[in-house]
């Protein structure tokens, strides 16, 4: 894709920070995933989008970047603007000089199942009262670890590994969904947590 269209994911991604900002959420709602140079020397990054009220397809890309280009900074700051960053692979010297928070991954997933069990206290509690033996426990799912999803892509080689990422990650995204449908079906789950859909909460690597 042309420094045009970074522009625009750019542009995209911040708007979706900006509608999760107005709701009370802070996190960024896309996740940039950046590949290692490919055989043609360039790197790959792919949009993931977190936003809860999203509705269509949640992954676009790819963009590639000649890293050793002039413009590799600029049009990177253009991806990572208002969001998260998910680097499979080494990461490349003008990736490392480009500010975005870094997701680290392992403990998102920590994090959304110690959420699960979060949520699943507080069903056990709602049935401890008097009256609500029978209530009927709500079907969370299982948060699995996020791998890379492969299967043949047309296109660039480069964008190939980095979208078997994005596709892992949209994985999750729909596990989350799911997680979100039961929590908010359920007046005592909505109460603690809030009425409305919650973007994927991520964990972010130290600086």
Do not use: C
């Amino acid at each position: 894709m042309s420094e045009d269209s970074a522009t625009e994911a750019a542009t995209d991604a911040a708007t979706a920070t900006d509608a999760a900002g107005a709701a009370g959420a802070t996190a960024p709602t896309t996740i940039a995933v950046v590949g290692a140079p490919g055989e043609s020397g360039e790197i790959a990054v792919w949009h993931v989008q977190l936003a809860p009220q999203l509705t269509g397809d949640r992954l676009s890309g790819a963009w590639l970047v000649d890293p050793a280009a002039d413009d590799a900074g600029a049009t990177l700051a253009n991806l990572f603007a208002g969001a998260a960053v998910l680097a499979v692979g080494e990461e490349v010297d003008v990736v490392k000089q480009t500010p975005a928070p870094r997701v680290d991954l392992a403990a998102t997933v920590k994090a959304l199942r110690g959420h699960v069990k979060e949520l699943k206290a507080r069903v056990a509690e709602e049935k401890a009262k008097p009256g609500k033996d029978k209530l009927v426990s709500p079907r969370f799912p299982t948060v699995a670890d996020v791998e890379p999803i492969e299967f043949g892509h047309v296109g660039e080689a480069a964008a190939g590994p980095v979208l078997a990422w994005a596709r892992g990650l949209e994985e999750l995204t729909a596990t989350w969904s799911e997680l979100e449908s039961q929590r908010r079906r359920r007046d005592y789950l909505r109460e603690p947590w809030g009425a409305e859909s919650r973007p994927v909460p991520l964990e972010y690597a130290a600086d």
